[in-house]
Structure formats: C-alpha cells, structure tokens
C-alpha cells in the first residue's frame, strides 16, 4: 500500500537555526498537510496546500514557517528561526480529496531544538 | 469552534474483554468524525469515520464506533481486546468548509494478558 514518507525521522537543530522537514506524499493525492504533536499535548493542525498554495492555515503557522511543494513529489516545511518551543512531532499527511477524505499520515520527524 | 474530549489518556483492559473508548465533541455543524491509531514510531493510522448515513460505522481490525448527535458522542468499541491493540488512540473531528483535522489528546490503551 501507498506511504507517506517522511524524513529525516529525527532532527536536532540549534535554536536560531533554519530547518527543513521532508515529506513524500502519495502519489496521487491532491492536497497535502502539515501537523505537529508537542510531547503530551494534541497533535494541532498547521497547515493545508492544494494546488500549489496554502489553502488553510492555524494561528501557529506564523511567518516562520513557509511549505513548499518545489518538485512533483515533495512536500516540505520550513521553519527560518527555530525556537526551543518549535520541539515537537511533525507530521505531513496527504489526502485524495477534501473534508471527509481520509488523511494518510507519515510516521513523523521528531524535531528537537536546543 | 470545534473541540474534542476523549475521556481517559489511559485505558486498561484484559485481553478478550470489552473495549471502550470515549470520544465527545463539540461542533456548530454536523461534523465528520474519525478515529485514527498510532502504534509506537509510527504515523497515524485512520481506523473509521463518520460522514453521513448510519450512525453505526464499521472500521479495520474489528473496530467499531457510533455517532450519537444527542450525545454529542462517538465512542469506539471493540467486543474482545487483542495484545496487538495496544496503542494510542485518537479521535478527531473536521467541519465541513474547512480542512483542519481538530484532535483530542488520544487515549493509550494498554492490554493484559
């Protein structure tokens, strides 16, 4: 069966430093999303991208972070400034349609900012 | 604003016995509701949704759960536990209009043998 593929699964960064989180959605799939899951907290939505532009975006997603579709298959996040509250789990997912199409999830990027 | 409530971050069972997990929500429209389930290191796994239509909705690995509007519920069951059930379990719900998946805090539920 098709994946989403993340990597890399773990990343440590310095905080003030830029980061790019990678994601290989499925194939097919139209519109592409990024989570995020800090530890013992709900896993937040941050943003969602259909052809080719942000189509939502919560509060969270501030002017530090930028996503980015740049070739036919990857789908990336970018955080410019990390700072040390930006640790948490990742998620991208992709979905064929919109609402109640099912999301597919990769098994995540665990960022840790120092 | 929507929100959801799982009642309970841990849940035991026996193996065999009954599952339960609770999920209530709250939403201004008639939602779509969903259950996903995350094992260790992996990624969130959809188990069933809620659209439209019955009310009872049937997921993988014998998972069932339940919309009740004047409840404001969906709770998950699962007549017999297996060990391989044991993960976290979340529940989540979207409006229609927008795109954003909102979750709650996922229950892990643990098996005995």
């Known amino acids: 069966e098709p994946e989403v593929t993340q990597t890399p699964s773990h990343q440590v960064t310095q905080m003030g430093q830029e980061v790019i989180l990678r994601c290989v959605p499925i194939?097919?799939?139209?519109?592409f999303y990024w989570y995020r899951q800090i530890l013992g907290q709900k896993v937040e939505f941050l943003v969602s991208?259909?052809?080719?532009?942000?189509?939502?975006k919560s509060e969270i997603f501030d002017d530090q972070f930028s996503v980015e579709r740049p070739d036919g298959s990857n789908f990336t996040l970018k955080i410019r400034s990390t700072k040390l509250e930006d640790s948490a789990m990742y998620f991208c997912?992709?979905?064929?349609?919109?609402?109640?199409?099912?999301?597919?999830f990769g098994n995540g990027t665990r960022l840790t900012v120092t | 604003a929507q929100s959801v409530t799982q009642l309970g971050s841990h849940v035991s069972v026996s193996e065999g016995a009954l599952v339960l997990l609770r999920c209530n929500y709250s939403?201004?429209?008639?939602?779509?509701l969903f259950w996903y389930v995350q094992y260790p290191n992996q990624g969130l796994q959809l188990l069933l949704k809620?659209?439209?239509?019955?009310?009872l909705v049937k997921g993988i690995n014998g998972f069932e759960a339940e919309f009740k509007k004047s409840e404001t519920s969906f709770h998950l069951t699962k007549p017999s536990a297996h060990m391989s059930d044991a993960a976290e379990y979340f529940c989540?719900?979207?409006?229609?209009?927008?795109?954003?998946?909102?979750f709650g805090k996922g229950t892990k539920l643990t098996v005995n043998p």
């Open positions: 997912a992709s979905s064929l349609g919109q609402y109640n199409s099912p999301l597919h």
């Open positions: 194939s097919n799939h139209l519109y």
């Open positions: 991208f259909y052809n080719n532009e942000i189509s939502e």
């Open positions: 939403s201004s429209v008639p939602p779509y």
């Open positions: 809620y659209t439209t239509g019955a009310t």
């Open positions: 989540a719900v979207i409006r229609g209009g927008s795109e954003k998946l909102v």
